[in-house]
């Protein structure tokens, strides 16, 4: 097929519940996404963010709509994506290391080799000397680093995080944020990314896609003009000043669509 979009989202609508109970969590969401780019999902808690990522790791059937990767279909196809999810989901029984490994030795790759591989990406994380202790040993940013190690682990070319950096200091954030730029740049990682922090979507991504709820459907999609990777200095360029006053204006509307006294 000429042209063809190497991630496809087309006409995806689902709801929760039936009646007067019914919640239209996304409706009629479209849009394409080329290989190598970093997109990141804006938009109140609630407009249907997680449940996009849902259908697209294959974790859940949309209404209608389709979604592919080169063309095939993902629907219902867990396994095709990293999918890092809001909740980190560490094994409790499992050491640090076991768990950032968790993908490979479920593929049969033998724990010393997955453990080798892993220690690169764990030391940049700083969980170097974490990975002896269980996750309930370990603080929340530090298991939200850990989440993310068995995510680029898993090596797979297309990564789904929600919220990944949600619970991290400032400083760690910004190290983590270098971090997942260099990665997906010497890794040539397609990445979807839902964050709160317009900020943080500004530094580290390609494009931008605002959502609105109730229905959750797209209100804008920016393709950023600045090469990656960018510095806090690049965020005070006039276009991306701009680029982030519209996009606080949308976010406000939205909220005060539903909550006219927020
Ligand atoms: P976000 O991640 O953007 O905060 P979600 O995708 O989690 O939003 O939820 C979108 C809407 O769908 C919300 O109104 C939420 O309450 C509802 N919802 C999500 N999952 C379920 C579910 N399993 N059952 C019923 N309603 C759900
Ligand atoms: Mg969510």
Redesign the pocket.
């Known amino acids: 097929m000429p042209n063809q979009a190497y991630l496809r989202v087309a006409g995806l609508s ?1 709801r ?2 039936s009646g007067e109970n019914a ?1 239209a ?2 409706e009629n969401l479209s849009f394409t996404l080329d290989e190598g780019r970093f997109l990141s999902i804006l ?12 259908i697209i790791a294959g974790l859940m059937a949309p209404d209608s709509g389709d979604v592919t990767l080169n063309g095939e279909s993902m629907l219902l196809r867990p396994g095709m994506t990293g999918y890092m999810l ?1 909740k980190d989901l560490l094994l409790p029984w499992r050491t640090v290391a076991d768990n950032i490994i968790l993908s490979q030795t479920l593929h049969g790759v033998r724990r010393s080799k997955a453990l080798d591989a892993a220690l690169p990406d764990a030391r940049a994380c700083g969980l170097e000397t974490m990975l002896r202790r269980r996750p309930d040993e370990l603080s929340g940013g530090q298991r939200q680093r850990a989440a993310l190690v068995r995510t680029l682990q898993t090596g797979k070319p297309l990564l789904l995080l ?1 919220e990944p950096f949600g619970a991290l200091d400032a400083i760690t954030r910004l190290h983590l944020q270098e971090l997942l730029t260099d990665v997906c740049m010497k890794k040539d990682k397609t990445v979807l990314f ?1 964050t709160h922090d317009v900020d943080e979507a500004l530094l580290l991504s390609d494009e931008v896609l605002i ?1 609105g ?2 229905p ?1 459907r797209i209100i804008a999609h920016y393709h950023l003009p600045q090469e990656k990777p960018r510095t806090l200095k690049t965020l005070a360029l006039p276009r991306l000043i701009e680029i982030k006053g519209e996009i606080m204006q949308l976010l406000d509307q939205e909220v005060k669509r539903h909550d006219p006294h927020a």
């Open positions: 689902k929760f519940g919640v969590a996304i938009g109140p808690s609630g407009c249907g963010k997680s449940t996009l990522f849902n809001q929600d839902i959502m709820s109730q959750g």
